[in-house]
């Protein structure tokens, strides 16, 4: 099934539940996709410095909100030491930062 979305706002918690190949969703897994989606997209606005407007323009942006959400929800921790963070999420949002020093 294809995805007809490419922009961070319009990712869903049903688009993370497919993606993540949960197939049935209670109350409890909304509850905890709901925020790890929140996070996911406003770590990759913080990390790139860029607005939610501007992050939409880059489709990219989106596969960077799918992969980090899942290793939010696989580990339910995202690692913030540098040897460990995911290399696709970190490829993605160095290419795009406007905030680095």
């Given at each position: 099934m294809a995805n007809d979305y490419t922009k961070v706002s319009e990712i869903t918690?049903?688009?993370l539940a497919n993606y993540l190949r949960i197939s049935e969703l209670n109350n409890s897994?909304?509850?905890l996709l709901t925020s790890?989606?929140?996070a996911a997209k406003n770590f990759v606005l913080s990390y790139t410095g860029r607005t939610l407007e501007q992050a939409d323009t880059f489709p990219e942006f989106t596969l960077a909100v799918l992969v980090l959400s899942e290793d939010l929800y696989d580990k339910r921790?995202?690692?913030v030491?540098?040897?460990e963070a995911n290399k696709v999420v970190d490829s993605i949002?160095?290419?795009?930062s406007i905030n680095l020093l």
């Open positions: 918690v049903s688009d897994d909304t509850t790890i989606l929140e921790t995202y690692s030491d540098k040897t949002l160095g290419l795009h």
